[in-house]
């Protein structure tokens, strides 16, 4: 038997197979299925735990440390060829100046679009008079709605001066039945002189600004940056309507925070999707002059247009406002109070009056009704109204017993108006009498003011009841 014969009779013996043959028999026959995930005899290390970790990194999003060098490198070669700048992921284009090129992103909007509750057009219907109001300028009576700005900026810090770069300013109007909207992006340091060159092509045609604390921040940045690349801004003699003050003056009551954002969620019905917080947006900026990654500033260019579209529709829904019927221009009574303090400071007396009524014929909080009978007595008085006076005198008096001040304003008005000297009197005793036992406690030391106040108010009624005599009144007049 030759040495080839006794090793096949061992291998056959053995159940031996050469690796040729097995090399053979792996081709023809078709590959085995693979073994279930769920199977328990997988050796520790083997297909089992990969298939788990691949699954589990695909629930939370995570990647293999492969995945992740490849997906990186693929990134900075993109970024080499330019595929993450401004232009590629926010849209726009390229303007050019005499020395170098900013972008422009100009959004256009019908003036039916609505943000939140209201319609852009509002705006544009708008009473100049309701302007002039609730801006607290006469000159606003002027205001021509289709020459009227809505700026707003983004800049690298709120503390201003020299260092302070606005790198994102926004610019709308109303234009051939559109809401235009130019953002204006400074993609580096060197894009601002031709940024601020079509800017002041565009301010050349503005007669109005409605912004947003931007007499105090926005303007003067702006002015500082146009100064400084010796370039001329004609903001300067435009007419200018705050809406922070304006904010403050109607929602401040009822809402502790007026910033514009609160006022969209309170008061415009506003819910924004896909914002970064304005906080951050300084930061964004910064960190995109160094990676030239723009995809983080995507939100960025969102939260100004919603600022913007914000001024718009907020300037329309007070008008709205305004020109409802007196007594229902606001939902909230704190609001309609607000308004009512408007009117007043405004000299706007008979309003007041006609406003102040309507406000009292409702339920509403005693602190309310307090200052609202307070505002319509001095309404009354300064409009020479000395009858409807004393009925907003009586009313509050009745309403608050223990308020000296209303028991002696209405104690003043008998004293010199009615010269009914003993309802004077009865007003003040009343009063006292009524103050609570704490507050009695507390005048006996002579320090409560508003015992003091009812005191001497009182003393002065019985000198002039014990000594009725020529002149006496006259010493005691009020001056």
Same mark, same amino acid.
């Given at each position: 038997m030759t040495p080839d014969d006794k090793r096949k009779a061992l291998f056959e013996k053995l159940g031996l197979i050469?690796?040729?043959d097995y090399a053979k028999k792996r081709a023809e026959d078709p590959p085995p299925p693979p073994p279930s995930p769920a199977s328990p005899l997988l050796p520790a290390g083997g297909t089992l735990e990969n298939d788990s970790a691949r699954r589990l990194r695909e629930r939370l999003g995570l990647m293999s440390g492969l995945e992740w060098r490849q997906r990186r490198d693929a990134e900075d070669d993109a970024r080499d060829h330019g595929a993450f700048?401004?232009?590629?992921?926010?849209?726009?284009?390229?303007?050019?100046?005499?020395?170098?090129?900013?972008?422009?992103l100009r959004t256009e909007y019908p003036v039916e679009h609505l943000h939140g509750h209201t319609e852009l057009g509002a705006a544009l219907e708008s009473d100049p008079e309701h302007l002039a109001f609730f801006g607290n300028d006469e000159t606003l009576v002027e205001c021509n709605l289709e020459k009227t700005f809505f700026v707003d900026t983004e800049t690298t810090g709120l503390s201003g001066g020299a260092g302070t770069v606005a790198f994102l300013i926004g610019v709308g109007r109303f234009q051939d039945g559109l809401f235009v909207l130019d953002q204006c992006f400074m993609r580096d340091y060197d894009d601002e002189e031709p940024m601020l060159e079509y800017l002041a092509e565009r301010f050349a045609d503005c007669d109005t600004v409605v912004s947003f604390n931007g007499k105090?921040? =926005? &303007?003067?940045?702006?002015?500082?940056? *146009?100064?400084?690349? @010796?370039?001329?801004?004609?903001?300067? !003699?435009?007419?200018?309507? =705050? &809406?922070v003050h304006t904010a403050r003056r *109607?929602?401040?009551? @009822?809402?502790?925070?007026?910033?514009? !954002?609160?006022?969209?969620r309170?008061?415009?019905?506003?819910?924004r999707t896909g914002d970064v917080p304005g906080a951050l947006i300084p930061q964004l900026w910064l960190d995109y002059l160094h990676s030239r990654d723009s995809r983080p500033l995507q939100g960025v260019f969102?939260?100004?247009?919603?600022?913007?579209?914000?001024?718009?529709?907020?300037?329309?829904?007070?008008?709205?406002?305004?020109?409802?019927?007196?007594g229902a221009q606001f939902d909230h009574v704190e609001d309609q109070l607000s308004l009512l303090r408007a009117h007043f400071r405004q000299r706007q007396y008979e309003k007041v009056i006609a406003l102040g009524r309507a406000f009292l014929d409702q339920d509403s909080i005693a602190d309310l009704r307090r200052e609202c009978l307070e505002m319509m007595a001095l309404a009354c008085k300064r409009a020479a109204r000395f009858t409807d006076m004393q009925e907003a005198l009586e009313r509050w008096h009745r309403e608050f017993p223990t308020d000296a001040q209303a028991a002696v304003e209405l104690a003043k008005h008998h004293e010199h108006r009615t010269r009914d000297l003993r309802r004077a009197e009865q007003v003040c005793t009343e009063t006292l009498e009524r103050l609570p036992s704490p507050a009695r406690q507390y005048a006996a030391s002579e320090t409560s003011p508003s015992h003091t106040l009812i005191t001497?108010?009182?003393?002065?009624?019985?000198?002039?009841?014990?000594?009725?005599r020529p002149g006496t009144e006259a010493i005691f007049e009020d001056e």
């Open positions: 050469t690796g040729t700048e401004v232009d590629k992921v926010v849209g726009g284009k390229l303007v050019d100046g005499r020395d170098g090129q900013f972008l422009l105090s921040f =926005d &303007l003067p940045l702006l002015r500082t940056r *146009f100064v400084q690349n @010796r370039q001329c801004f004609r903001l300067d !003699g435009a007419m200018h309507l =705050d &809406l *109607f929602w401040k009551r @009822r809402l502790a925070n007026c910033s514009l !954002g609160n006022l969209e309170e008061v415009l019905g506003v819910r969102y939260h100004h247009r919603m600022d913007i579209l914000s001024l718009v529709t907020l300037v329309g829904m007070l008008s709205r406002q305004l020109r409802r019927a007196d001497r108010r009182l003393e002065r009624i019985r000198i002039k009841l014990g000594k009725n």
